[in-house]
């Protein structure tokens, strides 16, 4: 029987669910397959160290090149994370004739194109699947499933951690810090959570999207990102008075030619089917002009659904490797994929002050006559249309109330424009804030 064998180098969390799937599943895997996979080896920091689970001794290396200079290894698992040394990693092991797997966004996003190229060269392929949205296959949905489309818009939840803040936020009336401290608690939320709640685990996995939607080189500096350490539980009460969620949304959207990749908190209409997606769990709406909507949704994150993506690249690279495709006429998936042979158009960046949006814009105010007005007037100026107002009283006793404003859709640095010269009336009493509207 043939044998095809996996090096794995990171015996992590993902790591440990991996070889887990191995044991648990194996036999599973290789009656559909037809051929016998193997873990052959497994690199790791520290040999001595207790595991979660059985390992044969000659399973364990402490050395990575045992793997990568093994020529009977076909599929190296790269989930050591971060930059380097696990890019030198990926590069070794394409150059040695190897496919990769790897989970790795940082890497992904930052250097797609080059890995792509040194794969294409080498004739071999990366699966990238759980480097955005766990085990949700969106890679292979963007790449295969909607083949047939031009992407016209991808709106997405791609981080747990966010989006379970928000969520408590939402349901308890937390404030930020106190959700961020439940999360952290429940171990959705790392101890160091900035990459998170800033929004740049969000626009590398939205680097990644945009990249196989739009066939462009999109990196993560091209993503506008705010996070979502400013939401209030008075923005979540508005939001909720109104009939909107408040998401920390990634959107990634073609407009004649340009491509706009944002990620920020938004109003997202309750009735949009991403409203839905609650607590740790990641989803991608994604439109395609042939498709029209789909959804995609599952867990973003975590030792189990993270190693189920990393091995359905592994099989579904073996099956190919098994298929003999490391032939040289046997061109990798790379040149073969209508998507990846894309890659390289020239980008086309839309700035995010170019993007139109309808907008959520409230003003904290001392009520007093003529304060509408005024505002409204100044909006009116940069001819900026409002579809509703609303002036409430929220303290009686401080005369302080909130005047509420929704817009027709407007150029966001038309927006900015405005919001920065209503800053300097002397009625408002706190620091005007906005949300864009997604229905
Ligand atoms: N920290 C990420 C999240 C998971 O909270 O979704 C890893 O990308």
Same mark, same amino acid.
């Given at each position: 029987? %043939?044998?095809?064998?996996?090096?794995? $180098?990171?015996?992590? *969390?993902?790591? *440990?669910?991996?070889?887990?799937?191995?044991?648990?599943?194996?036999? &599973?895997?290789?009656?559909?397959?037809?051929?016998?996979?193997?873990?052959?080896?497994?690199?790791?920091?520290?040999?001595?160290?207790?595991?979660?689970? /059985?390992?044969?001794?000659?399973?364990? *290396?402490?050395?990575?090149?045992?793997?990568?200079?093994? /020529?009977?290894?076909? $599929?190296?698992?790269?989930?050591?994370?971060?930059?380097? /040394?696990?890019?030198?990693?990926?590069?070794?092991?394409?150059?040695?004739?190897?496919?990769?797997? %790897?989970?790795?966004?940082?890497? &992904?996003?930052?250097?797609?194109?080059?890995?792509?190229?040194?794969?294409?060269?080498?004739?071999?392929? $990366?699966?990238?699947?759980?480097?955005?949205?766990g085990t949700i296959p969106i890679v292979r949905a963007l790449e295969e499933g909607l083949a047939a489309n031009k992407i016209e818009k991808i709106v997405a939840i791609v981080n747990g951690t966010t989006n379970y803040i928000l969520t408590r936020m939402t349901q308890t009336f937390k404030t930020f810090d106190e959700a961020l401290k439940e999360a952290q608690e429940l171990g959705f939320a790392e101890a160091d959570p900035s990459m998170d709640i800033k929004g740049n685990d969000s626009a590398y996995k939205l680097a990644i999207l945009s990249m196989l939607a739009f066939g462009m080189k999109i990196l993560p500096e091209d993503v506008f990102t705010e996070g979502i350490t400013g939401v209030t539980p008075e923005h979540i009460e508005r939001a909720n008075s109104f009939g909107y969620v408040i998401k920390l949304i990634a959107v990634a959207e073609s407009f004649n030619g340009k491509v706009s990749c944002r990620v920020h908190p938004v109003f997202l209409e309750a009735k949009h089917p991403l409203s839905a997606v609650q607590n740790e769990f990641n989803a991608i709406y994604v439109v395609g002009n042939a498709a029209g909507e789909t959804m995609y949704y599952g867990r973003g994150a975590g030792q189990m659904p993270t190693a189920s993506a990393v091995m359905s690249d592994v099989i579904e690279l073996a099956e190919r490797h098994f298929r003999d495709c490391k032939k040289k006429d046997c061109p990798s998936r790379v040149m073969e994929t209508k998507t990846r042979s894309l890659f390289w158009r020239e980008k086309s960046i839309l700035p995010a002050d170019e993007v139109f949006n309808k907008y959520y814009l409230c003003f904290p105010i001392v009520d007093q006559p003529g304060v509408i007005g005024k505002i409204t007037t100044i909006l009116g100026v940069h001819g900026i249309s409002i579809s509703a107002v609303k002036a409430t009283i929220v303290d009686k006793s401080k005369n302080r109330g909130l005047v509420e404003i929704f817009t027709h859709s407007v150029r966001e640095g038309t927006v900015k424009k405005a919001l920065a010269e209503i800053t300097g009336l002397s009625m408002l009493t706190e620091s005007i804030f906005f949300y864009r509207i997604i229905e």
């Open positions: 029987m %043939t044998v095809i064998n996996v090096g794995l $180098i990171g015996l992590g *969390t993902v790591g *440990t669910g991996l070889v887990r799937i191995f044991h648990e599943n194996g036999s &599973l895997v290789e009656n559909k397959l037809g051929f016998s996979l193997r873990l052959k080896k497994i690199a790791v920091k520290d040999i001595s160290k207790a595991r979660e689970i /059985p390992l044969g001794k000659s399973v364990l *290396t402490d050395k990575a090149r045992e793997i990568l200079d093994d /020529p009977d290894i076909d $599929i190296v698992v790269e989930l050591v994370g971060g930059e380097n /040394p696990a890019k030198e990693f990926i590069i070794s092991a394409l150059n040695k004739g190897k496919s990769v797997v %790897t989970a790795n966004k940082l890497i &992904l996003a930052k250097h797609g194109k080059e890995l792509f190229e040194i794969a294409d060269k080498n004739a071999v392929d $990366i699966g990238f699947e759980a480097s955005v949205a």
